[in-house]
């Protein structure tokens, strides 16, 4: 397709304010943190009610609740309509002082994290995994340009750390807006991704890693003999609207080619989208932006193509 449109708000990649950061090797915690907790185990009916492609929905949290992603299901049989609920987003920020990346919060993620309880939990007692998306921030600091195993391996802890600190399912990596080479910060490099993800999977073996496949980290996964395609369970297209089969060495049942933005996708592409990922054997439908309006004319669109069911909104 001609003139991919890729459609994010990044007010999540730039609110500093109430912020919490997270320097390598160590935690600050600002705000009464969530306790940590289990994973909970899917519900019979959301685990039962339906077959088919993994469905994933981004959230930018700046607007919107992550609730949202529970309010839908099957009309036939109940099941969830959303199999995978992202956080939109974390950052990865650059101290220019330490000449350090840390793992930092706005303080609509930070709210997201400190009310575990209430904003993530009640979606995994329903069976629905919720991934926190990392994304740049305008700083210079990046997946693609850690210059040493050591400062990828403590970036990768942060990471971890904050998926067992709040009971999370797993990251989602998005190389967008770094800004390679700002404050004096190094150009992207081969090595760096790969001794990422290499440690990042060795801390959290059981956990969702996903690609946003897009920027300088999504075309560099080999070094030095290692290549960490398998060590990811999802990669998607990031251009709303249109096909785009992920650049990656994944079976079709971890890929999503197709991505739609919720409620600006016409409801004919997010249908035909379906149609070609069950037509072609793909496992994973992405959408972006579900916000808290009744959105189930649109979520309808997919899910009778995907499962054969309209969807249900429930406020």
Do not use: C
Request: aromatic content about 10%; glycine content about 8%.
């Amino acid at each position: 397709m001609s003139n991919p449109i890729r459609r994010r708000v990044r007010t999540a990649a730039l609110a500093l304010s109430a912020a919490v950061t997270l320097t390598l090797g160590t935690t600050a915690m600002t705000g009464a943190a969530a306790a940590p907790a289990p994973d909970p185990a899917p519900s019979p009916a959301s685990a039962s009610a339906k077959q088919g492609p993994t469905s994933v929905a981004y959230i930018e949290v700046n607007n919107n609740s992550m609730l949202n992603a529970g309010k839908y299901t099957l009309a036939d049989g109940g099941g969830n309509a959303f199999d995978v609920a992202v956080i939109f987003a974390a950052n990865i920020n650059y101290d220019t002082g330490s000449k350090k990346a840390y793992l930092h919060f706005n303080e609509n993620v930070r709210r997201v994290l400190d009310n575990a309880a209430t904003e993530i939990r009640p979606l995994q007692q329903k069976g629905i995994k919720v991934v926190l998306s990392v994304l740049g921030n305008h700083q210079g600091a990046g997946f693609a340009n850690f210059t040493s195993q050591q400062t990828a391996s403590a970036f990768a802890k942060e990471m971890s750390d904050t998926v067992a600190e709040y009971g999370l399912d797993g990251i989602d990596f998005d190389d967008e807006y770094a800004e390679y080479g700002k404050n004096g910060t190094a150009q992207p490099n081969d090595s760096s991704f790969v001794h990422l993800v290499t440690a990042l999977r060795a801390d959290m073996p059981d956990k969702i890693i996903s690609l946003y496949n897009i920027g300088p980290a999504a075309s560099r996964l080999s070094y030095g003999g290692v290549d960490i395609s398998s060590k990811f369970d999802y990669a998607w297209n990031p251009y709303y609207g249109t096909w785009q089969v992920p650049g990656i060495g994944l079976p079709k049942s971890q890929l999503s080619p197709a991505a739609v933005e919720i409620g600006r996708t016409s409801q004919s592409t997010v249908t035909s989208l379906a149609r070609r990922t069950v037509g072609e054997g793909y496992g994973v439908y992405l959408t972006y932006n579900l916000d808290g309006s009744d959105r189930s004319a649109d979520v309808s669109a997919f899910t009778r193509e995907l499962y054969g069911s309209d969807a249900v909104y429930t406020p």
